[in-house]
Antibody
Framework: QVQLVQSGAEVGKPGASVKVSCKTSGYTFSSYDISWVRQAPGQGLEWLGWSSTYSFDTNYAQNFHGRVTMTTDTSTDTAYMELRSLTPDDTAVYFC????????????WGQGTLVTVSS | QSALTQPRSVSGSPGQSVTISCTGTTSDVGGYNFVSWYQQHPSKAPKVMIYHVSKRPSGVPDRFSGSKSGNTASLTISGLQAEDEADYYCCAYAGSHTLIFGAGTKLTVL
């Protein structure tokens, strides 16, 4: 069955970086894209960006341009999201989600990774 | 880009119907037929309930339906059940490999 399993909770200091992984299984990795979504405590969902596992193209939400990098590793069927220059406002649960190429909806989600930014 | 506009909360009694709206612009909701809806229970990952405006994934009850008119999409839940109580988010494609979420609606089953 399709699974997206994310790395464990992270704690980072302001100004530092964090990298979250999303290990996939149960389908052909390069046939679907990956998006990242975050949810701050008590808040709604926020789209961070998209990465193509086939062409390695990426696009990031305007709010995160220059601070986020999304990559994929087809040898391990794993996607990564790195967020730099962390501030306390980046404290959130970060989700990876599978996107059917050209379909623009999220059919499977990871379990979420809590990133806490605190000095 | 601002979040799509959703009512903060809606409520209904078991067996009733509720509709949640999602208003955007011609650049997102009105511009493409890529509107999806997600149900999220507390501390859980979201689950897709509707995609491509009105399509239902396998396993989602037919009590859930979606539609769109102009720049506003809607999710209707008929025959409300206690387990439908959750947060609901719309999401729309906004062109150039960009997506945007609604602010979310809390559904209370009375």
């Amino acid at each position: 069955q399709v699974q997206l399993v994310q790395s464990g909770a992270e704690v980072g200091k302001p100004g530092a970086s964090v990298k979250v992984s999303c290990k996939t299984s149960g389908y052909t990795f390069s046939s679907y894209d990956i998006s990242w979504v975050r949810q701050a405590p008590g808040q709604g969902l926020e789209w961070l960006g998209w990465s193509s596992t086939y062409s390695f193209d990426t696009n990031y939400a305007q709010n995160f341009h220059g601070r986020v990098t999304m990559t994929t590793d087809t040898s391990t069927d794993t996607a990564y999201m790195e967020l730099r220059s962390l501030t306390p406002d980046d404290t959130a649960v970060y989700f990876c989600a599978r996107v059917a190429s050209g379909d623009w909806d999220f059919d499977y989600w990871g379990q979420g990774t809590l990133v806490t930014v605190s000095s | 880009q601002s979040a799509l506009t959703q009512p903060r909360s809606v409520s209904g009694s078991p067996g009733q119907s509720v509709t949640i709206s999602c208003t955007g612009t011609t650049s997102d909701v009105g511009g493409y037929n890529f509107v999806s809806w997600y149900q999220q229970h507390p501390s859980k990952a979201p689950k897709v309930m509707i995609y491509h405006v009105s399509k239902r994934p396998s396993g989602v009850p037919d009590r859930f339906s979606g539609s769109k008119s102009g720049n506003t999409a809607s999710l209707t839940i008929s025959g409300l059940q206690a387990e439908d109580e959750a947060d609901y988010y719309c999401c729309a494609y906004a062109g150039s490999h960009t997506l945007i979420f609604g602010a979310g609606t809390k559904l209370t089953v009375l």
